[in-house]
């Protein structure tokens, strides 16, 4: 099985610790993130695994070179000249992704969800895309209906909507940063090369089934903060690995 891990990114909610390095490298129980990324994918199943790279990318593919990819097979997909937000890095890799549904991860997050049970129900569901979603406080939300079928977006501040489609009520949950997705979902990018994949999921979900995986019960963690880090430090060590 294919995955690919989001590791471009400027990491700025962890700055100064991402001043000198990608925030793939900040470590978390004596390792970078990308390695425990890596090793979680392995041990669920996803050997062949494409990372882009962009903010300090010489150093993260350096790491992933002296450490023969952490026993995965790495493709790199190099955004150094251009950073491409999360859609526009998923088009830019669509050479390597194109022949089965392959899971996305994003390099800050600590997880101990079965990966290998999201993608299998990815597959019996025939969905577009599953997005793994939690019952959490965020400033940002995916709407689903009762089904868990994606019908919109919405931002708690400001109070903006995007809906995709219309339906009674609404369910506000979060978003994980962990995706399956099947290659169809490239059809619905647009020309440009930088926008989210979150606009394409709300394009696609007119009249597509993108559905949501809730997932209350697992070890999660976002670490894309400082304040995040001393926590990640102790569940580190309960996620297999």
Same mark, same amino acid.
């Given at each position: ?83 491409? #937000?999360?859609?526009?890095? =998923?088009?830019? &890799?669509?050479? *390597?992704? $194109? ?7 994003? %390099? #800050?997050?600590?997880?101990? =969800?079965?990966? &290998?049970?999201? *993608?299998? $129900? ?7 895309? %599953? ?111």
């Amino acid at each position: 099985m294919k995955a690919m891990i989001f590791a471009a990114g400027l990491g700025t909610r962890l700055r100064p610790y991402t001043n000198d390095k990608p925030k793939a490298l900040v470590e978390v129980g004596g390792k970078p993130l990308i390695e425990i990324a890596i090793r979680r994918l392995i041990k669920c199943g996803f050997q062949d695994i494409v990372v882009n790279v962009h903010h300090f990318g010489d150093q993260l593919i350096d790491v992933l070179d002296r450490n023969d990819g952490f026993g995965a097979n790495i493709i790199i997909s190099d955004e150094r000249r251009q950073l491409l #937000d999360t859609g526009g890095g =998923l088009k830019y &890799a669509k050479k *390597y992704l $194109q022949d089965a549904p392959f899971l996305i991860y994003n %390099t #800050d997050i600590l997880s101990d =969800l079965s990966l &290998a049970q999201l *993608y299998e $129900q990815h597959l019996s569901n025939e969905s577009l895309a %599953t997005l793994v979603v939690r019952k959490r406080e965020s400033s940002r939300y995916l709407l689903f209906d009762e089904s868990m079928r994606l019908s919109g977006w919405r931002h708690a501040r400001t109070g903006e909507e995007k809906i995709a489609r219309s339906v009674n009520n609404y369910h506000p949950f979060a978003f994980s940063g962990i995706h399956v997705v099947s290659p169809a979902l490239f059809d619905y990018m647009p020309d440009e090369n930088f926008f989210s994949i979150i606009d394409v999921y709300l394009v696609a979900a007119k009249d597509n089934p993108i559905d949501g995986f809730l997932d209350n019960d697992s070890l999660w963690l976002d670490v894309g903060k400082i304040s995040a880090l001393e926590q990640a430090q102790h569940m580190v060590t309960q996620i297999a690995l």
